[in-house]
């Protein structure tokens, strides 16, 4: 089963940027290439919302807070998923995890935290 490891979270100003990325491991061959990836957020008390999607043939969909800020790519050769998130501010302070879709298990996540 194919999972997934974040990375690249970490403390940010307001108005910052950070890049994450999401690693698949237990890939085979070009399976990623053929996965719809999502990156989600969860905030302190909150539940966990999905903030980025790319599909398989690369179109991407963003929740309406975080659109114009955030872009999701992937780099398939290297079975791996990123989120630029630029302009950042303190609401978008959550751990944020990667996942496909239909996909039940969940990796650790990465925190980002955005404060001055």
């Known amino acids: 089963q194919v999972q997934f490891v974040e990375s690249g979270g970490g403390l940010v100003q307001p108005g910052g940027s950070l890049r994450l990325s999401c690693a698949a491991s237990?890939?085979?061959?070009?399976?990623?290439?053929?996965?719809?990836m999502g990156w989600y957020r969860q905030a302190p008390g909150n539940q966990r919302e999905l903030v980025a999607r790319?599909?398989?043939?690369?179109?991407?969909n963003y929740a309406d807070s975080v659109k114009g800020r955030f872009t999701i790519s992937r780099d398939n050769a290297k079975n791996t998923a990123y989120l630029q998130m630029n302009s950042l501010k303190p609401e978008d302070t959550a751990v944020y995890y990667c996942?496909?879709?239909?996909?039940?298990?969940w990796g650790q996540g990465t925190q980002v935290t955005v404060s001055s």
């Open positions: 790319i599909t398989n043939g690369g179109s991407t």
């Open positions: 996942n496909s879709f239909g996909n039940n298990v």
């Open positions: 237990g890939s085979r061959g070009s399976f990623f290439s053929f996965l719809d």
